[in-house]
Nanobody
Framework: QVQLVESGGGLVQAGDSLRLSCAAS????????MGWFRQAPGKERDFVAA???????DYADSVKGRFTISRDNAKNTVYLQVNNLKPEDTAVYYC?????????????????WGQGTQVTVSS
C-alpha cells in the first residue's frame, strides 16, 4: 500500500509560480510512474503531467512550457513546478502513483491517489 500526501497549493495571482510536492510512503517508490491530475469544480479530473520510473515525461498541451514534473527518489517525493499560472489553472491538484512504471494519461491507470491540494489563481 502506498500513501500519497500533497502540499504546496495556495491562493496566488496570475503569473505567479508554485511548487507542489507529493510525499509517498513505501520502499518501491522509484519503480512507480507518477502523475499529476487536476479537477476544477463541476469538471472531470484531467491529466496534467506524468513521469515514468525511467525519467520520461508527458504533459497536457495546456501546461506544456509552464509546468515541470520531477522526482527525488531519495526523498520519495514527486514535484510539480507550476509557472506563469493562469486563472484557468484553478483546481484541486492530485498526485497519483502507478505500480507499472510506464506513463499513462488516464486516471484509471493509476493505483494510488493523494487527497489533493487546492490551487486558486486570481486574475
Amino acid at each position: 500500500q502506498v500513501q500519497l500526501v500533497e502540499s504546496g497549493g495556495g491562493l496566488v495571482q496570475a503569473g505567479d509560480s508554485l511548487r507542489l510536492s507529493c510525499a509517498a510512503s513505501g520502499r518501491t517508490f522509484s519503480s512507480y510512474a507518477m502523475g499529476w491530475f487536476r479537477q476544477a469544480p463541476g469538471k472531470e479530473r484531467d491529466f496534467v503531467a506524468a513521469l515514468s520510473s525511467g525519467g520520461s515525461t508527458d504533459y497536457a498541451d495546456s501546461v506544456k512550457g509552464r509546468f515541470t514534473i520531477s522526482r527525488d527518489n531519495a526523498k520519495n517525493t514527486v514535484y510539480l513546478q507550476v509557472n506563469n499560472l493562469k486563472p484557468e489553472d484553478t483546481a484541486v491538484y492530485y498526485c497519483a502513483a502507478r505500480r507499472r512504471g510506464t506513463i499513462r494519461v488516464y486516471a484509471t491507470a493509476y493505483d494510488y491517489w493523494g487527497q489533493g491540494t487546492q490551487v486558486t489563481v486570481s486574475s
